[in-house]
């Protein structure tokens, strides 16, 4: 069984400070991990995905994520802070590269204050 | 990147009516898809998983007489809501899994008054 833990289910920062999204995952397995982001209303959008090939990840619009087997751990960061980042993200694993279904977190709301 | 829609993306519907929401992959092939189910602010449960030209697989807890899921090729999946209530007010989003990754709708957000 997998399982995905989103440690802050809301996260205030202010604009051009760093971000800081933490999830931590229980697998017997090597999983797949991915980040979404979710603007309100909206579907969600990949931001990246790890699949057991280098464990920093970059992704799109700034975000970056580092998988660590040892703290079992894939924490979503960003160095700056930007409005256009305030939404829901979601950390999510799969048994595979993703084609199979995904086991979300409880997401994390990103508030960016100017 | 691949596409994947959802009609309606929003729906208001009465007690006791059935709504049905398609999915489909816009310029691949779905061998899988997958339907979710998110209450407000929480994350998203996966409620079925269905394959082309088989039956959808549930998860526990699901009522599958509720939530029918046809997958009658490779680019539609249809979620159909039975005898709405209430309760079954939510989002829902539906994603297609190609070759090598899933793809996420737009969701749906059904109301039933």
Not at chain 1, 30 to 50: A, D, I, R
Not at chain 1, 54 to 75: D, M, R, W, Y
Not at chain 2, 94 to 111: H, I, K, N, V
Request: glycine share 6%; with cysteine.
């Amino acid at each position: 069984a997998q399982s995905v833990t989103q440690l802050d289910s809301h996260v205030s920062v202010s604009e051009g400070t760093p971000v800081l999204l933490r999830c931590n995952y229980s697998s017997s397995y090597s999983p797949s991990l991915f980040w979404y982001v979710q603007h309100p209303n909206k579907g969600l959008q990949l931001l990246l995905k790890y699949t057991s090939a280098a464990t920093l990840v970059k992704g799109i619009n700034g975000f970056e994520a580092e998988f660590k087997k040892s703290e079992t751990s894939f924490h979503l960061t960003k160095p700056s802070a930007h409005m256009s980042d305030a939404a829901e993200y979601f950390c999510a694993s799969s048994m595979d590269t993703g084609r199979r279904a995904l086991t979300f977190g409880s997401g994390t709301r990103l508030q960016v204050q100017p | 990147g691949a596409v994947v829609s959802q009609h309606p993306s929003r729906v208001i519907c009465k007690s006791g009516t059935s709504v049905k929401i398609e999915c489909r992959s816009l310029d691949f092939q779905a061998t899988t898809m997958f339907w979710y189910r998110q209450f407000p602010k929480k994350s998203l449960m996966l409620m079925a998983t269905s394959n082309e030209g088989s039956k959808a697989t549930y998860e526990q807890g699901v009522e599958k007489d509720k939530f029918l899921i046809n997958h009658a090729s490779l680019t539609l999946s249809t979620l159909t809501v039975t005898s709405a209530h209430p309760e079954d007010s939510s989002f829902y989003i539906c994603s297609a899994s190609g070759t090598s990754e899933q793809y996420f709708g737009p969701g749906t957000r059904l109301t039933v008054t």
